[in-house]
Structures are given as C-alpha cells and as structure tokens.
C-alpha cells in the first residue's frame, strides 16, 4: 500500500502553492496524501489582493476526530504556515499522530532574496528554529538559514559560506540539513549535511524565477524520500521536476509554475 503523509500548510483556491501543488505532486509519486489545510485563501498572495481564512480554530476539532478514526501517518510535509501558533499545533499533531518511524520534513517557508514575506516578523522566525529541532530533514533556503543563525546574507558567496551556513544550522537542527537553491558555479541545486558529512547536487541554472517551485520540489523530494530514494536520489528528482516546470510555463505567467504539462507529458511517456 502506498504510505499515508500529512502535508501541513495552506490552500490558494486560484494559484500554483501549496497545497494546490503538494496534493497533486504527492498523489503522482505515489503516495497518499492527506491534507490540513492551516488557512484558505482565494488566491495567492502574488496577486493584487486576496481573502484569507484562518482555519486554526478548527484544528483542534479535526484532531478530535482523527483520534476517533485511529489515523497515523508516516511522514510529514509541513510547508507555510504563516503563524506560530500553528506550529504547536505542528507538535501536537507528531506527538499524537505518528506511525512507527514516521519521517518529519519541514520546509519554513518564510522569506526569499534576502527578505522576510510580508507578515512574518522575528518571532515567526524564532518559532520555526524551535520548531525545525522535531524535525528528520529540514529544507530552507538560503534566506531562511540566515534569519534562523543571524548569518549575514550573501547574493554571492562560495563553498566556504554554504559550510558556514550548515555549521550554524546545526544549532538548532537535529536532523538532516539540505540548503535548497544554492547557487555555485553557474550551476543550482542543494547542499545535504548527514552524519558530518556535506555533499551537493546540482542542475541548470535556468534564468527564470517562478512563484511556489519550492512548493513543487518539496512536494517530489518528500514522495521520492519517503519512497525509499536516498537524499541524493530526491533532490536530484525534485530538482530536475522543477526545471522541466519551469521551461514549460510561459514568460509572465505569475500564477506559479505549469507543472500540470509536466505532469501530463510523464503520464503519456509512461503509457507509450
């Protein structure tokens, strides 16, 4: 049977994130995946205005129920939350709902190029670092490592400030570390620390950037690590699934990334 995994975040009803990703994605790689939706909005928040629908009052009630059903899961995607409260709620949810040797990924998903999203404050940050120590494997970026350690941010930077930024991490991090969208040598990709060691894996650096990709590689890395793939394996994956969105969906299209004809094309591949 195909493993049951909770993904954890919130859902745009118009827009390529979130969950309108993580499902999709996590149904095609092969796994159940069961949903908490943290909060539904009408659109995401890269257009011009949005509604917003808090749903943390009903978690609690959910959880109730699960109880009720006996529901475990074995692996966890948390991905943005947008308030700290939610992430003891996060906790709780592990605590009660694990399967034995359940996995627990948590991508912050709080800031990008150097900047916080808007809403997010220190405390959100402070919140997260406390919260990433549950965690198996934790995939921030770059900027979110720099908020978490008080690093300073860096456009430009070489191998030596990746090793720093990992060594800082460590800190609070229990788990395996992988530094999404590390730019080196033309090249980007992760940098993965496991057991004192660091490796990286690299793809092309295409010249576009796209709204909700690191939705998108969450999404595949999670399906193809909990499947049985190594770390390597699921960046590598996950990496390459975000390329090929990114070279289908056309210039301007801020909705987020087509990964629906990329979806579409391996279906018709694996039929042929």
């Known amino acids: 049977m195909a493993k049951r995994i909770l993904t954890m975040q919130d859902l745009s009803c ?4 979130s969950l309108t990703v993580a499902l999709p994605l996590l ?9 908490l ?5 009408s659109n995401h928040t890269m257009f011009k205005s949005w509604s917003y629908l808090d749903l943390t ?13 006996g529901f475990k899961f074995e692996g966890f995607l948390l991905g943005y939350l947008g308030k700290k409260e939610l992430m003891d709620l996060a906790e709780s949810c592990f605590d009660e709902f694990s399967a034995e040797g359940a996995k627990i990924i ?25 919260l990433i120590r549950r965690a198996d494997v934790i995939l921030p970026n770059m900027t979110e490592v720099c908020f978490m350690t008080g690093l300073e941010y860096r456009e430009k930077y070489d191998r030596a400030y990746v090793e720093r930024a990992i060594s800082e991490m460590k800190k609070y991090a229990h788990g395996t570390i992988i530094i999404t969208g590390v730019e080196l040598e033309g090249k980007i990709g992760e940098a993965i620390y496991k057991d004192g060691k660091t490796e990286y894996v690299f793809g092309e650096l295409l010249p ?7 939705d998108i590689f969450a999404a595949v890395f999670t399906a193809e690590y909990l499947n049985g793939a190594s770390l390597a394996e699921s960046c590598a994956e996950a990496g390459r699934f975000v390329a090929e969105c990114i070279r289908h969906t056309s210039d301007g299209h801020f909705y987020g990334a087509n990964f629906e004809d990329v979806l579409n094309k391996a279906q018709g591949s694996r039929k042929n």
């Open 27 to 35: 149904s095609a790689y092969g796994v159940e995946a069961a949903v």
């Open 57 to 69: 009052p009903e978690i609690k009630h959910i959880y109730q129920f699960w109880q009720e059903n």
């Open 208 to 214: 576009k950037r796209l709204h909700g990709t690191g």
């Open 37 to 41: 939706p943290t909060a539904v909005l």
């Open 106 to 130: 948590i991508d912050p998903a709080f800031g990008d190029n150097g900047k916080l999203y808007g809403g997010f404050d220190g405390e959100y940050v402070a919140a997260m670092r406390n």
């Open 14 to 17: 118009v827009g390529q994130c």
